[in-house]
Nanobody
Framework: VQLQASGGGSVQAGDSLSLSCVASAHTFSRLSVGWFRQALGEERVFVAGSRWAAPSTYSSDYSDSVKGRFAVSRDNARNTVYLHMNTLQPEDTARYYC??????????????WGQGTLVTVSS
């Protein structure tokens, strides 16, 4: 599985931004996809996820820091998962990565990773 994240940029506090993650996988509809971020000098942390459950349902999972501001959605016809980020704050500044695993479950661990896209939020 190969992942390509895009959509990052520089915005002002309070703005919105949407990131995209395109996956090259014939089984995209059965992928669980997560978003992580890594701020400069910090560890990479979980942000949000779209978890697959058999036969074809999905649930969303969010970290406490973004719950209510960020939303994850997916378009299986385009092999794409989106991260819609609203009311961005300077502390949201980080490189954002998408990750994937085959199958469902509640885990926030993923085996496939994309290259990341940078989001900078100015006050």
């Amino acid at each position: 599985v190969q992942l390509q994240a895009s959509g990052g940029g520089s915005v002002q506090a309070g703005d919105s931004l949407s990131l995209s993650c395109v996956a090259s996988a014939h089984t995209f509809s059965r992928l669980s996809v997560g978003w992580f971020r890594q701020a400069l000098g910090e560890e990479r942390v979980f942000v949000a996820g779209s978890r697959w459950a058999a036969p074809s349902t999905y649930s969303s999972d969010y970290s406490d820091s973004v719950k209510g501001r960020f939303a994850v959605s997916r378009d299986n016809a385009r092999n794409t998962v989106y991260l819609h980020m609203n009311t961005l704050q300077p502390e949201d500044t980080a490189r954002y990565y998408c990750a994937a695993r085959l199958g469902g479950g509640l885990s926030r661990k993923y085996g496939y990773w994309g290259q990341g896209t940078l989001v900078t939020v100015s006050s």
